[in-house]
């Protein structure tokens, strides 16, 4: 995501000194209630998780330590916008994102099992965002709210065709946000970065097998970088 954040800041370092000798656009576009447009996004995914009392019993006395790691994904999407209160505005979210998770199980004798777990979700956020003063053809926002998601691709399996770590397939995660709302003379493009952390321990108690047995709790988190698009005023 260092990349992702270094692109942001060039976006808004190469806008702010083209919109200081380029026209006014999109005037009327703060006089328009309602917005439409889509969204790409490049983001990270990891697992946050605690281990449980079984983890130091003797069943697992060979398990050295259990790692998850960050790995890549993207985004695709529609975004309704409706003004509020100026400067209030509240977002609509329908996106699809392709997520990979990563953990490894470490044995004191040197193996290692990795359990690569590939995920398609359906999210759905509502946020608020609180925009800046126009200034010329570019302003700041800072933007916040939740976002349910819900697992709609397949899950990894082991050799026996069950879940590996058995998860949850629903959650909600708190999101927030900053960007920058940059004007063309037909569209708005927003370049955007976004941090979430899910609400619900993910794993499900239930469904309790060796792979999930030594973990309490797992919490996604995820880290998105976000070009969105929006149409003018009519």
């Not at 656009?25 to 990270?44: E, Q, W």
């Not at 999210?123 to 200034?135: A, N, T």
């Amino acid at each position: 995501m260092k990349k992702s954040f270094t692109v942001f800041l060039l976006f808004i370092i190469y806008f702010d000194t083209f919109s200081q000798s380029s026209t006014f656009n999109l005037s009327g576009y703060d006089d328009t209630k309602v917005h439409y447009g889509f969204l790409l996004g490049a983001h990270s995914s990891y697992y946050r998780l605690e281990y449980s009392s079984v983890f130091s019993s003797s069943n697992y006395s060979n398990l050295h330590s259990i790692l998850p790691d960050v790995s890549p994904g993207f985004k695709l999407g529609f975004i309704s916008d409706f003004s509020i209160y100026y400067p209030f505005d509240l977002r609509t979210l329908l996106q699809v994102s392709f997520q990979e998770f990563k953990v490894d199980y470490l044995y004191d004798d040197g193996t290692v099992f990795s359990d690569v777990r590939p995920a398609t979700f359906l999210e759905s956020p509502i946020l608020i965002k609180y925009k800046s003063k126009r200034r010329k053809n570019s302003r700041m926002f800072i933007i916040g709210g939740i976002k349910p998601s819900l697992e709609i691709g397949a899950k990894n399996k082991d050799e026996a065709g069950k879940d590996i770590l058995e998860l949850r397939a629903f959650d909600v995660s708190l999101e927030i946000g900053f960007g920058a709302d940059l004007f063309f003379p037909l569209f708005k493009l927003s370049p955007e970065i976004r941090y979430s952390r899910g609400l619900f321990n993910m794993i499900n108690d239930n469904s309790r097998n060796e792979y999930n047995l030594p973990i309490d709790k797992i919490i996604i988190h995820n880290i998105s970088f976000f070009l969105t698009f929006e149409g003018g005023p009519k």
